[in-house]
């Protein structure tokens, strides 16, 4: 079956989509990566210069350290207070607490993230869920109802580097593989009609605002801080070569002064450490410059710092702001509450996008859709609290009665298999069963008496 005209204008129009935002696509994955072109050094460094420059990667700070803070703990399906075991199968069986980790960063980098979820003829339990490129993947939406209603992945290049030769067109009922023809055509390579009613692409924006169907890269607020900061790093290196080491001078002094005795000029290096003793002129004298005082550019650094942990909302350590007392349990909890606060501000979005793609691997696998495809995502908690400090919490509420245990222990981020395995042994503890463990135990003492008697 031949490409229809409707489907040949999707694949143009989303290619034209996806090319318009390559630079700056681009740009965000050269700061994030600390490769980016600062585009004015100063007036004080000159243009040969450009090869000392230093990054001061704030960029991947703000999204490494945004990442490592969002865990997801489980996926529980609606009506349900535990976490879902086929959908835990399907995460498992996916490496998705690993893929997870390239979709978070893809989305605060471009400002979108995608997931891609299919058929496993392998194992049909267990759909195949992908994280794809934003570089490769486009997406119209349905404004109205907030869905999804054709996506495309443009991949591959020809022995040129030419590209894109290859597209998947995700339809709501049918899937097409198409590849470009040497005429630049595009021409069908095998359908899927698989009538499934909905794309099977999940979308997240980041940032999104309402009217607009586009997203923000978190790097927006600090890029013009981690320029300023480049340029005050290369600056003081310009600086210290220049004047930071105190320079000599002197006067009634002539070339023929610096002679060894057999008449040979002496190196300039040695001359300039042994003058005092090289000058044979009574006339002569020596002298020295005082140094460049750098203390500016570290005022300069500290101001970037303070500025880009007031925009990010990152406590200032995190920009190279110390103090000399180390922090103590109280104020690093103190410091932190903005950037906590943030997080699970981004994690209630989050978690509605990995809903929709479990809802997507849920009805892959047991073909029925979820109610109002409500899958809830539950996180770890991104704060930082010492171990006393959760565990004082705890016994406090433990001990009121508003707490049971599994509360306690989902409080204390365990996953499910540990929380089950807990209350199997907690179980068996109360009704006086034999530890297995102990058991063994016991066996091999008693078989290591025998040996030894």
Known sequence: MALSPTEVQIIDRLRQRLDAGFLTDEKHLRYYQGRQRVEQLGMAIPAQMRRFLVIANWCRTVVDTTNDRQQVRALVLPG?????????????????????????????????????VGANEDNPDHPIVR??????????????????????????????????QHVTLYLPDVTVWVDRTPTGRWVEVERDEHRLGAVPI??????????????????????????????????????????GAPRMWM????????????????????????????????DAKVGQLT??????????????GTQASVVTGFPARYFGITHQQPPTEGTVVADEISLVRSVEAQNLQLGMTIGWAGA????????????GNRVRTEWHNPATPTVAQREDALMKRRSQGVLSRRGYMVELGWSEARIAQELQWLDE????????YLIAEANGRRADSAVLG
Do not use: C
């Open 360 to 371: 997507l691997a849920y009805r892959f696998s047991t073909g029925e859709w979820v109610e």
């Open 80 to 116: 349900e207070e535990t976490a879902d075991p086929l959908l835990r199968e399907i995460w498992d069986a996916n490496n998705l607490s690993a893929h997870f980790s390239m979709f978070n960063t893809d989305r605060q980098i471009y400002g979108r993230a995608f997931m891609s």
């Open 202 to 243: 999940v979308m997240h924006l980041n940032r999104r605002m309402s009217g607009g169907w586009v997203g923000e890269s978190q790097l927006a607020d600090v890029i013009p801080f981690a320029d300023a900061a480049a340029r005050s790093l290369t600056n003081m290196q310009f600086a210290q070569e220049a004047h």
């Open 291 to 304: 140094a460049a005082d750098l203390k500016n550019f570290e005022t300069a650094m500290s101001v970037y």
């Open 429 to 436: 503890e109360s009704s006086g069963s034999p530890d297995p």
């Open 251 to 282: 006067t009634a002094v002539s070339q023929g002064d610096f002679l060894d005795q057999s008449g040979k000029p002496i190196p300039k290096l040695e001359a300039y450490f042994n003058a005092v003793t090289t000058l044979t002129n009574k």
């Open 131 to 164: 994280v794809e490129s934003p570089r490769e993947m486009v997406a119209e939406v349905d404004v109205r109802r907030e869905r999804i209603t054709a996506a495309a992945r443009f991949y591959g290049t020809d022995a040129n580097g030419i590209g894109p």
